[in-house]
């Protein structure tokens, strides 16, 4: 392995027959099957470690002074430190790596994708293809979404005044956060653009007194907010549609538009046609607030939906880019920016308190959705909240106004 990994091996590997190598006191990884191979000679780097990594074939258990996190950080920054990615192999070690998978029996056809693997189909960001890939990760079941985020089932970055402060404190303080930078007033009507579990709209009728219209294209979770709605009696203030953004008919009719982590999932070239639904629906003079990840690199770089594992098993089709890049298509959508707040330290806490939530609801968490999705979960946690903590993801608040009449943010603002 030395000329695929640039020197000794950084961590300690233990294979099915009980052989080991590397060094004690590194993390440990665990190869159960001659299958974990196949996949990475299928798929080199990260997606063929996903793969053999969900289905249990390779496995990074918890030992004295590591954990999953901490191992993926020690090994990125082996990785860095060697250069790896710029690693060119010689003839000769091709054929020894060739070889020495014939002698432990990896070389075959691939084997089968992991039952959790997103299999969708049809042209991209069609009407169909949106419903299917947006089903594949949120109608899970809302069980399995009440047990990882917190009571007001927000799932998207919180707002964290401290970092002990708890998870529904922070995702509080976004939704009024949210709310006041839109200027929330009582009878004032709000549109929510991929509403998700209904928090900011709920929050926004509940305690801003606003008129909310949500829209999502997830069946399950319209059913929960529709549940949530007749549980507070908001039935005359929030009205929730199963409709995609496309087919929002309003035109100048809401005084704020809202979209919290929805845009990543449009596309790149659907994002101008995300910008103008927005646009028209908010009456000249009136506030827009888009809650969005970003990626470094034009256009997102190489893996602009954030990596092969997520691309894959997480969000199919998600699109992200550097912030300025989308502040670029909202001014050329006929909105004006006002302001551009990052919070790319607040996730690292916000996600972190899903994996606490995770880990401790573990046993209810495999009885719904099994190991495999359990699997998949913990690598998306931990690999998230690395993301945001090395800047290779981001996430910010951009705040825009319709022109056409006049605003009413103040010229000099707290938040």
Request: charge should be negative; aromatic fraction near 6%.
């Amino acid at each position: 392995m030395r000329p695929f990994i640039g020197g000794d091996l950084p961590v300690r590997l233990e294979a099915w027959d009980g052989s080991v190598a590397g060094p004690e006191g590194a993390p440990l990884v665990v190869l159960r099957s001659p299958d974990a191979l196949r996949r990475l000679l299928w798929h080199p780097g990260e997606l063929g470690a996903a793969q053999a990594y969900v289905t249990g074939e390779l496995d990074v258990p918890e030992q004295e002074g590591w954990d999953l996190g901490s191992a993926l950080t020690h090994a990125f920054a082996v990785g860095a430190e060697r250069g790896l990615s710029g690693v060119r192999l010689s003839p000769r070690a091709m054929v020894d790596a060739i070889r020495t998978a014939a002698r432990l029996g990896a070389l075959g056809r691939p084997p089968a994708p992991p039952a959790s693997l997103a299999r969708i189909k049809g042209r991209l960001h069609s009407l169909a293809r949106d419903r299917s890939s947006i089903s594949h990760h949120y109608d899970l079941s809302n069980e399995f979404y009440s047990l990882i985020l917190e009571p007001q089932m927000a799932y998207s970055c919180g707002y964290h005044a401290t970092p002990d402060v708890p998870l529904e404190e922070a995702q509080r303080a976004k939704l009024d956060l949210v709310c006041t930078k839109l200027g929330l007033e009582p009878g004032m009507k709000m549109l929510d653009v991929g509403c998700g579990w209904g928090s900011l709209s709920l929050h926004a009728a509940e305690h801003f007194g606003a008129q909310v219209t949500g829209v999502t294209i997830a069946a399950e979770q319209k059913k929960f907010i529709d549940a949530r709605i007749a549980e507070r009696g908001l039935e005359d203030r929030v009205e929730i549609r199963l409709q995609d953004y496309r087919e929002v008919p309003e035109r100048d009719l809401f005084d704020a538009v809202g979209s919290l982590e929805m845009g990543e999932h449009v596309g790149a070239t659907n994002y101008p046609t995300y910008v103008e639904v927005l646009r028209r629906a908010v009456r000249p003079g009136g506030r827009v607030l888009v809650q969005q990840m970003s990626r470094q690199g034009a256009g997102g770089g190489k893996h602009p939906g954030g990596g092969p594992f997520i691309e894959s098993f997480i969000a199919p089709d998600m699109t992200m880019r550097p912030v300025g890049e989308t502040v670029d298509l909202i001014e050329s959508g006929g909105l004006e920016v006002r302001d551009v707040h990052a919070m790319r330290e607040h996730y690292v806490l916000t996600v972190n308190g899903w994996l606490e939530n995770f880990e401790t609801h573990l046993p209810r968490l495999r009885e719904l959705v099994g190991e495999e999705v359990v699997r998949v979960w913990r690598l998306y946690l931990v690999g998230g909240a690395l993301a945001f903590r090395d800047g290779r993801m981001g996430v910010d608040q951009i705040l825009a106004v319709r022109p056409g009449a006049a605003h009413t943010l103040p010229a000099v603002r707290a938040w």
